[in-house]
Each structure stands twice: as C-alpha cells, then as structure tokens.
C-alpha cells in the first residue's frame, strides 16, 4: 500500500472514531437531561407528581425540568385517561414537541382506556401518537415510572430504531389542512414498542 493510502485509512479510521465518540456523547446528553410535558389528565397525573417530589425524585434521572410548554419539552408523559374529543389537543401538542422527541404512556388508561371501555374514550394513545414505552398499572407505582424512564433512557442510549415513530403521521393532518372537523383516529402501528409488563 502505498503511503498516500496508508494515510487516508489513517485519516479515515480517526474520521470513524470521532464519528462514534461524538454519537455516544449526543446520546449521552440526550438521556440525561430529557425535558418532560406532562399531559395528565386524571389521577395518574397525581401519581405522576409524587415521581417528581422528593422521595422518587426524578431530577436523579435528569428529568426534573418540567415543561408545559410542548417547544421546550421532549418528553410526552401522557397521564389519565384520553377522551376521544382530547386526541386530537394531544397530537397538536406532539407535533409541537421538538425533535428527538418520546413519549412514555403511563398507566392502563392512557396505554389501553383503562376499565373505559366506551365509544369517548381512546383505547389507547398510541392510537394517535406514537408511544415508546407503556407502563402499567392503575395507577402505576412511581418505581414503575422511574423504569420506564430507565428504559426510555436505554432505548436513547443504544440507539433502539423507532420504525413506530418513523412511520407515524398524523391522524388528522388532512383534516388540519382542510380546517374541517376532526375525524376518527386511526390506528398506528406500534410494533416493536417498550412494553413494562402489560397495561
Ligand atoms: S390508570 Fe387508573 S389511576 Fe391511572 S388514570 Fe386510569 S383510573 Fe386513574
């Protein structure tokens, strides 16, 4: 090999570490200092502020730094029961967040309605938005949720592929463009998802 070759696999193997330094540092910032919206809508909501009290303390996870504002926030904690009238409030909000965003669906009405098992209710957020970790229970215990985020933070770490963020669109974009009222959610694909146990 002549020695302008060996120079370039040189210059391109120092490219290629730099590369992977850089991604695991982005990474590593990116898990650690998540900002959270959360969209609580009933009691899990409740719940959801003894995560962020003292004893649970989620700032130990770096994300304590609270948001309702969806331009500063990337991290969608959807909390309560969605009604089907809320989907579409919840989806604007989403689609506001910034890039790279997540959502974490807490407890069994968010991930599934709940024990709502009634035509104004949304059988689950990921109906309308694209949910990558659903923690159980009614209402979750705060260990539940500090996991989910634990696993959302690993996700985030080892770069887990989102083919149910990457595909999503939104329910209602052709009724946004239209300005006509909002239709019927439709399903989106959520394979592949973090799922705690079972909601
Ligand atoms: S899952 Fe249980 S605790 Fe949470 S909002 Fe529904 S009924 Fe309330």
Redesign the pocket.
Known sequence: MSTQGTQSVDDLSRSFALTTKLDAIVAWGRRNSLWPLPYGT???GI?LMSVMGPKYDLARFGAEVVRFSPRQADLLLV???ITEKMAPILVRIYEQMLEPKYVLSM????SSG??YRAYHVLQGCNQVIPVDVFVP???PTPEAVLDGVMTLQKMIKDGTPRPWRENWKSPYAQSNADSSLAPSPINVSNTGSQQIGRP
Request: net charge negative; glycine share 24%; hydrophobic share 30%.
């Open positions: 009933a009691c899990c719940e909390a309560g029961t407890g069994a009405c968010a709940g024990f229970g009614c209402p």
